[in-house]
Each structure stands twice: as structure tokens, then as C-alpha cells.
């Protein structure tokens, strides 16, 4: 197992550099730089090849990326042009946001999905599936934005349930249990938005991987044997229907930390994805690069995890 692992991390390094390569690259051809998406009317000429010269944008294109990878090899990103500060600590700040809706959302939804697809799946073309199935359809068709705007209008406008965006209320003051209890207010429809649109694909994606694994020979065995239904589809039966399901476990990690950027943006909440997608607005090459770069390594990472985690749930796998 050791050495497989160091194998493949050693086989990230030319991949990565594949990965640096092609990102740099889109970004060099987007046109404009982060001079000119400014668009002060007030700035000369002389004053816009003054400030290239001094955030390097001046340069070729071949010497730009060296810079920047020999940067990136020392662990430093480089400063944001948007927020004048190192991009890692700009990171830092958002993305625990994004963080805690994303955890709180996979955590409903594989809950949900687990014990809805296994029912359904159980009770194949009854009332309760079609239900599911509907239900299914309904959130893989809806939008995100379509959704988060129709709970807002509802929840937050119509009946004050919850706030209608932000993390906190500005200005309150109190303890630190108030002080989550306020964030679990603001997130309450974020995470409701997310827990939904993920719920819709997996309870489709367990249904399925459970329908396949109750018609297997064991599981008749099992029946035969006597032993309780609760012990087959649970113990047995469900243990390897999750078996597909650790490709998509692994492929969670990145999402965990990437931000909602629409869902970010309706309900005005600070988090990563809303602050990635005004570096690309205002090209911040910079962070665009670092927390582009960021994602692939946790893509990555979590794409071996999910190698590691096959190996250890089915002892057929044997990782050489």
C-alpha cells in the first residue's frame, strides 16, 4: 500500500505540470489584463505601462509562467492584485465559508440519498418509488439560481423565516452559541439549495447500484439462510452497492472547497467561489492561477483517496 501511494504521487508531478501548463495558458489568452479591466477613463498610457511593469504583466508570456512556477514550487502564489494581499491568505479567509455549507449539504444529501435509494430500491415501481423518482427529476431540472431565488421569495421575503442573505446579521452582538446560532440561520437556505440539487443525482445513482446488487446470488443466499431483511440490504447488500460510490466520494473533496458561485452570489454569502469568480472579472491572474492550481491538487488527492479507499472496502482490489 505504501509504495503504491508513493508511486502515484510521484505520478502526480508530470501531471501537474500538464495542468499548469494548460491553465496558464487559457489564461493567458483571455484578453485584457488587470489594467484594463479596471477601466479608470482617468489613467494615461504612461501610467498603465508603469503599473504592468511593476505587477510583471510587461513580460512574455514563457517568462511569466517560470516566474510563476518557480513561485509555486517554493509554496508561495503570489499577492492578489485585487485585494493586495498573498493569495494563500486571501484563500484562507473564504474559503472555510465555502467549506461549511459544502460539508453540511454532503453530509444531508448522502444521508438522504443512502436510505431513499435503498428504499426505493427495495420497493422497486411502488408508490414511495415513483415518489422518489419525481422527486429525483425535480431536482436534477431545477436550477440553482431558480431555486435559491424561489426560497428566498418564500422563506425569507414572504414568510421571515430566515434572512435573505449574508452569514451574519451585522451589528448584533452576543455570545459564541449566538453567534452560530446566527450562522446556521444564514446558511439554513444555502445548504437547503445544495442538499437538494445533490440529493436528486446520488438517490438516482444508489437506486440504481442497489438494484443490482439485491438480484446477486449471495443475496438470495442470505434470504435462504434466514436471516433478517434489515441484515441483508444493510449488512450485505448495501455494503457493496457503495462500493461505485467511492469514485464519487473521492470527486466530493474538491467540491468541498471550491465554492457554490452562483449560490454564493444570490445569497450574498462570502465564500470562495463568489471571490473566484471576481478574480476572473478583473483578472487577478494571480489567484485565478492559485486557487485554480489549488482545486487540481485536491482533485488529485482525492482521486487517489478513492484508489486507496477500494483497496480497503473490497479485499479483491489488490493495489499494486
Same mark, same amino acid.
Given at each position: 500500500?505504501?509504495?503504491?501511494?508513493?508511486?502515484?504521487?510521484?505520478?502526480?508531478?508530470?501531471?501537474?505540470?500538464?495542468?499548469?501548463?494548460?491553465?496558464?495558458?487559457?489564461?493567458?489568452?483571455?484578453?485584457?489584463?488587470?489594467?484594463?479591466?479596471?477601466?479608470?477613463?482617468?489613467?494615461?498610457?504612461?501610467?498603465?505601462?508603469?503599473?504592468?511593469?511593476?505587477?510583471?504583466?510587461?513580460?512574455?508570456?514563457?517568462?511569466?509562467?517560470?516566474?510563476?512556477?518557480?513561485?509555486?514550487?517554493?509554496?508561495?502564489?503570489?499577492?492578489?492584485?485585487?485585494?493586495?494581499?498573498?493569495?494563500?491568505?486571501?484563500?484562507?479567509?473564504?474559503?472555510?465559508?465555502?467549506?461549511?455549507?459544502?460539508?453540511?449539504?454532503?453530509?444531508?444529501?448522502?444521508?438522504?440519498?443512502?436510505?431513499?435509494?435503498?428504499?426505493?430500491?427495495?420497493?422497486?415501481?411502488?408508490?414511495?418509488?415513483?415518489?422518489?423518482?419525481?422527486?429525483?427529476?425535480?431536482?436534477?431540472?431545477?436550477?440553482?439560481?431558480?431555486?435559491? =431565488?424561489?426560497?428566498?421569495? %418564500? &422563506? *425569507? #421575503?414572504?414568510?421571515? +423565516?430566515?434572512?435573505?442573505?449574508?452569514?451574519?446579521?451585522? /451589528?448584533?452582538?452576543?455570545?459564541?452559541?449566538?453567534?452560530?446560532?446566527?450562522?446556521?440561520?444564514?446558511?439554513?437556505?444555502?445548504?437547503?439549495?445544495?442538499?437538494?440539487?445533490?440529493?436528486?443525482?446520488?438517490?438516482?445513482?444508489?437506486?440504481?447500484?442497489?438494484?443490482?446488487?439485491?438480484?446477486?446470488?449471495?443475496?438470495?443466499?442470505?434470504?435462504?439462510?434466514?436471516?433478517?431483511?434489515?441484515?441483508?440490504?444493510?449488512?450485505?447488500?448495501?455494503?457493496?452497492?457503495?462500493?461505485?460510490?467511492?469514485?464519487?466520494?473521492?470527486?466530493?473533496?474538491?467540491?468541498?472547497?471550491?465554492?457554490?458561485?452562483?449560490?454564493?452570489?444570490?445569497?450574498?454569502?462570502?465564500?470562495?467561489?463568489?471571490?473566484?469568480?471576481?478574480?476572473?472579472?478583473?483578472?487577478?491572474?494571480?489567484?485565478? =492561477?492559485?486557487?485554480?492550481? %489549488? &482545486? *487540481? #491538487?485536491?482533485?488529485? +488527492?482525492?482521486?487517489?483517496?478513492?484508489?486507496?479507499?477500494? /483497496?480497503?472496502?473490497?479485499?479483491?482490489?489488490?493495489?499494486?
Amino acid at each position: 500500500m505504501k509504495q503504491y501511494i508513493i508511486r502515484r504521487l510521484l505520478q502526480m508531478i508530470p501531471t501537474m505540470i500538464g495542468i499548469s501548463i494548460i491553465v496558464f495558458a487559457i489564461t493567458a489568452l483571455i484578453p485584457g489584463d488587470y489594467i484594463t479591466a479596471q477601466q479608470n477613463p482617468n489613467m494615461t498610457a504612461e501610467k498603465a505601462q508603469q503599473l504592468r511593469e511593476i505587477y510583471g504583466l510587461d513580460k512574455g508570456v514563457v517568462d511569466r509562467y517560470f516566474t510563476w512556477v518557480g513561485h509555486m514550487i517554493t509554496g508561495n502564489m503570489g499577492d492578489s492584485l485585487q485585494h493586495k494581499r498573498p493569495v494563500t491568505d486571501v484563500i484562507g479567509d473564504y474559503v472555510w465559508n465555502s467549506f461549511i455549507i459544502a460539508f453540511f449539504s454532503l453530509m444531508f444529501s448522502w444521508i438522504i440519498a443512502i436510505l431513499t435509494g435503498v428504499l426505493s430500491a427495495k420497493f422497486q415501481y411502488s408508490f414511495f418509488d415513483k415518489i422518489v423518482t419525481l422527486f429525483v427529476f425535480l431536482c436534477m431540472s431545477l436550477p440553482s439560481f431558480f431555486l435559491g =431565488l424561489v426560497l428566498i421569495k %418564500f &422563506l *425569507a #421575503v414572504d414568510l421571515k +423565516l430566515f434572512p435573505v442573505g449574508g452569514m451574519t446579521t451585522a /451589528g448584533q452582538p452576543g455570545s459564541t452559541w449566538d453567534y452560530i446560532l446566527d450562522v446556521a440561520n444564514h446558511m439554513f437556505m444555502p445548504v437547503l439549495v445544495l442538499t437538494m440539487l445533490s440529493t436528486g443525482s446520488l438517490t438516482r445513482y444508489f437506486r440504481t447500484s442497489m438494484l443490482e446488487v439485491i438480484r446477486q446470488d449471495y443475496i438470495r443466499t442470505a434470504r435462504a439462510k434466514g436471516l433478517k431483511e434489515r441484515t441483508v440490504i444493510f449488512k450485505h447488500a448495501l455494503r457493496n452497492a457503495m462500493l461505485p460510490a467511492i469514485t464519487l466520494m473521492g470527486l466530493e473533496l474538491p467540491g468541498l472547497f471550491g465554492g457554490a458561485i452562483i449560490l454564493e452570489k444570490i445569497f450574498v454569502w462570502p465564500g470562495v467561489g463568489q471571490v473566484y469568480l471576481e478574480s476572473i472579472t478583473m483578472r487577478d491572474y494571480p489567484f485565478m =492561477l492559485g486557487f485554480t492550481i %489549488f &482545486l *487540481a #491538487v485536491l482533485t488529485l +488527492l482525492g482521486t487517489l483517496l478513492s484508489d486507496v479507499l477500494y /483497496g480497503v472496502a473490497d479485499p479483491r482490489i489488490r493495489l499494486k
